[in-house]
T-cell receptor, first 117, second 113 residues
Framework: AQKVTQAQTEISVVEKEDVTLDCVYE???????LFWYKQPPSGELVFLIR??????QNEISGRYSWNFQKSTSSFNFTITASQVVDSAVYFC??????????????FGGGTRVLVKP | DAGVTQSPTHLIKTRGQQVTLRCSPK?????VSWYQQALGQGPQFIFQ???????QRGNFPDRFSGHQFPNYSSELNVNALLLGDSALYLC????????????FGQGTRLTVV
């Protein structure tokens, strides 16, 4: 069975500070996909980034960056120079790479980020 | 390009009643998944529809059922509502491949009293 754990329930920062969100996952699959989603107060989940399990290269996309370490089953996400609009709940998610599985997502419990002006 | 649309946005039902939630996927998407999100928790996978058939199911009782229509839209039905069914129900649309990102609707907030 797959499992995603986000140990941080809430993080509060002042605008322009960096925010790092932790994510640890469990899976028996050797190939899988990892995602980060953002959920603003309006409710819809917004896709942010994804990474496949056979590519551990860390990347930066605008103010977002991620650190994927297969050896520790971690997929951490960083927001650089946070802004008030970044205030939301952030979810880490895992999906199997088996096409028959479609893209069923297993989510963590979420981390609420509050960015104060 | 319209994204994923869900209706209704809010719903109040009495314990024991039945409810139907609706979802129209993003244009070009053929796969619809439903998730239940209790307050303060992450979304939990209910089931997924592709080619009008249920392809995968999460750990939910048979009271939860669904349907997908030829135009890819979908319905989620819940029978014999319990107080514990109160949650935000999210619809996600995507292409079938697990690599593709899912696009979510704003959800239906169901309250069972």
């Amino acid at each position: 069975a797959q499992k995603v754990t986000q140990a941080q329930t809430e993080i509060s920062v002042v605008e322009k500070e960096d925010v790092t969100l932790d994510c640890v996952y469990e899976t028996r699959d050797t190939t899988y996909y990892l995602f980060w989603y953002k959920q603003p107060p309006s409710g819809e989940l917004v896709f942010l980034i994804r990474r496949n399990s056979f590519d551990e290269q860390n990347e930066i996309s605008g103010r977002y960056s991620w650190n994927f370490q297969k050896s520790t089953s971690s997929f951490n996400f960083t927001i650089t120079a946070s802004q008030v609009v970044d205030s939301a709940v952030y979810f880490c998610a895992l999906s199997e790479a088996n096409k028959a599985a479609g893209n069923k997502l297993t989510f963590g419990g979420g981390t609420r980020v509050l960015v104060k002006p | 390009d319209a994204g994923v649309t869900q209706s209704p946005t809010h719903l109040i039902k009495t314990r024991g009643q039945q409810v139907t939630l609706r979802c129209s996927p993003k244009s070009g998407h053929d796969t619809v998944s439903w998730y239940q999100q209790a307050l303060g928790q992450g979304p939990q996978f209910i089931f997924q529809y592709y080619e009008e058939e249920e392809r995968q199911r999460g750990n939910f009782p048979d009271r939860f059922s669904g349907h997908q229509f030829p135009n890819y839209s979908s319905e989620l039905n819940v029978n014999a509502l319990l107080l514990g069914d109160s949650a935000l129900y999210l619809c996600a649309s995507s292409l079938r491949h697990p690599w593709t990102e899912a696009f979510f609707g704003q959800g239906t907030r169901l309250t069972v009293v």
